[in-house]
C-alpha cells in the first residue's frame, strides 16, 4: 500500500465504482484518508472477511456523491 498512501497523499479525490451480482451499480465520490494505525485500522484487521490477512492500513472515504448506475 504504499504506492496507494503517496497517492492519496498527493490527491485525495477518489470514485469508486461498485456493484452487486445482479449487476446493480452505484458510482460513489469523495475524499479519501489512509490510517496506517488507530481504530480503522484495527476495524479492518478484525474484519472476518480480512482473517489471516495482513492490513498495512485502512482506508476511510467520506461520501460526496451517490449515483446509481442503470
Not at 42 to 63: D, Q, R
Request: net charge neutral; aromatic share 8%; glycine share 8%.
Amino acid at each position: 500500500m504504499k504506492q496507494t498512501k503517496e497517492n492519496l497523499e498527493k490527491n485525495n479525490r477518489v470514485c469508486l465504482a461498485v456493484w452487486n451480482k445482479d449487476w446493480q451499480g452505484a458510482k460513489l465520490v469523495g475524499t479519501a484518508e489512509y490510517f496506517s494505525e488507530g481504530e480503522w485500522k484495527k476495524f479492518v484487521e478484525e474484519m472476518v472477511e480480512n482473517k489471516g490477512l495482513p492490513a498495512k492500513g485502512a482506508i476511510l472515504i467520506s461520501l460526496e456523491e451517490v449515483l446509481v448506475l442503470k
